[in-house]
């Protein structure tokens, strides 16, 4: 059976048993545009983004869905999501100058991060960022400076930690006490946090944000971590905090192999809303702004990496590594997070599996696998790959390991493609270098 769980909403298989994307076949997309490619179906993306505007907006009016750049993000993706209304988090001058290249409204962009610089913290100020979330006290002594030297008051939130442990990897856990991030509420820091920023006169404390980790399959973290969180702004209300903003950050979860069944967006928006609502009830909090913070859940299920097969070493009674030409450079999350993903070859989409081989990349690292003892039919030079739900996180961290170019993105929507990166080329690796 064809996983189509972990394909874009567009996925088909055409009558010569080739996968298509969008009205594109993807074998086509692999001659025009060469391989290794990354293939968004622009379908995928703003159903997802309407998706999460519609599940939160229904239960709860006064909800901004921001899309966390970090999954991935470049000038044509950020008009895509203005058009789609949403907002940017943004954790870098460089996600923020994109925003700034494409006009982003700025007050829709929240600026998060434990450790910005002074640079760029100046750059959200001048530039009338909407929010930034104060991550440490450096920070909020920093900010507090440069806002003041700007002449203007910085709408902030913080960010606290509120022990919870969502239960997914160690590396990408970050609500827990033991985390780089934000100010535990166990440890008094978050207290202390919210006292300073009231205090700040050049800073204007509008609420409270947290993030868990990425990506979480269960509801109940975000349940148990949201009363803990309303429970601290109660507390901190004689301190002068108003909770006009709150937000439970994002990390909600897309299947990457077709026996997962991550939770829908309305069942994360039922967890949150229900928890945020009672719990304000209960505690006297009037209703807040929610945001919330959707990465991985927007643009993972739109993408497909797409690879032709090159060199394939049969090692008998051992193992088939079948190698391709991108790999950790475009894809580190197999290497990084055990990430486990489905592969489909695109030119043979309708075939049975039948035998087990082991997907290589091609950069100098035996480590360098995106996919160990999968079933696929067989296999040979020259056919291409598919490797779904790789739209998150992939492009995002990719890296010139080895000086391989990092590869092109194409949109496709109604069997148009549209090239919103192109392929680097050997001068653009060189252009910062100097002899
Ligand atoms: N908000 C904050 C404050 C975050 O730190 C993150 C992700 C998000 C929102 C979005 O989470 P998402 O909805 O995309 O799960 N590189 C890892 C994921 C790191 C996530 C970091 N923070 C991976 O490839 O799985």
Redesign the pocket.
């Known amino acids: 059976m064809f996983p189509y769980n972990v394909f874009p909403d567009t996925a088909a298989i055409n009558d010569n048993g080739a996968l298509e994307i969008g009205g594109c076949n993807l074998m086509d997309l692999a001659d025009e545009y060469g391989t290794s490619l990354y293939v968004l179906d622009e379908e995928t993306l703003r159903n997802r983004c309407r998706a999460f505007v519609r599940a939160f907006q229904s239960r709860y009016g006064d909800t901004q869905v921001v899309y ?1 750049s ?2 991935y993000i470049n000038p044509a993706l950020a008009r895509l999501f203005e058009e789609e209304g949403l907002g940017l ?1 943004v954790v870098s001058g460089g996600e923020l100058a994109i925003a700034q290249s494409v006009d982003f409204p700025l007050e829709r962009v929240y600026f ?1 991060g434990n450790n910005k610089s002074p640079e760029e913290l100046a750059q959200a100020v001048e530039g009338n960022i909407g929010r930034i979330v104060i991550d440490s006290f450096h920070e909020l002594e920093t900010l507090d400076r440069i806002a003041g030297d700007a002449g203007k008051v910085q709408d902030v939130l913080i960010r606290v930690s509120p022990g919870v442990d969502p239960h997914t990897h160690v590396h ?1 856990t ?1 609500g827990i006490l033991d985390s780089k991030f934000g100010f535990a509420i166990q440890t008094g820091h978050a207290a202390e946090a919210v006292r300073r920023a009231v205090a700040a006169r050049n800073l204007n404390l509008l609420g409270l944000h947290f ?1 868990l980790g ?2 979480i399959f269960e509801l109940e973290p975000y349940a148990v971590a949201t009363e803990v969180v309303l429970r601290f702004a109660a507390d901190l209300r004689e301190e002068g905090l108003e909770m006009r903003e709150f937000s439970p ?4 979860a897309i299947a990457y192999t077709r026996d997962q069944e991550p939770p829908a967006v309305g069942d994360y928006a039922n967890t949150i809303v229900s928890a945020l609502t009672s719990n304000c009830d209960s505690l006297g909090l009037p209703a807040p702004r929610l945001i919330i ?5 927007i643009i993972g299920p739109a993408g497909v990496a797409v690879y032709r097969i090159g060199a394939i070493k049969d090692i008998p009674g051992v193992r088939k590594y079948v190698s391709v030409d991108g790999g950790m450079g475009d894809n580190i ?1 197999p290497a990084l ?1 055990q990430a486990v993903y489905e592969v489909v070859v695109a030119n043979k989409a309708g075939q049975d599996p039948s035998e087990t081989v082991t997907i290589a990349g091609k950069y100098c690292e035996s480590g360098d696998l995106l996919a160990s003892d999968i079933t696929l039919p067989v296999v040979e030079p020259g056919d291409v790959l598919a490797i779904p739900a790789a739209g ?2 992939c492009p995002s ?1 990719a890296s010139n390991y080895n000086l391989n170019p990092r590869p092109p993105i194409v949109l496709v929507q109604d069997g148009r493609s549209r090239l919103i990166r192109r392929r680097e080329s050997y001068q653009d690796m060189m252009i910062a270098d100097i002899v």
């Open positions: 966390a970090k999954a988090d998060h990408t970050t993030h990425s990506p950050g994002g990390g909600f913070e959707p990465g991985r859940s999350r997070y998150a996180y961290m």
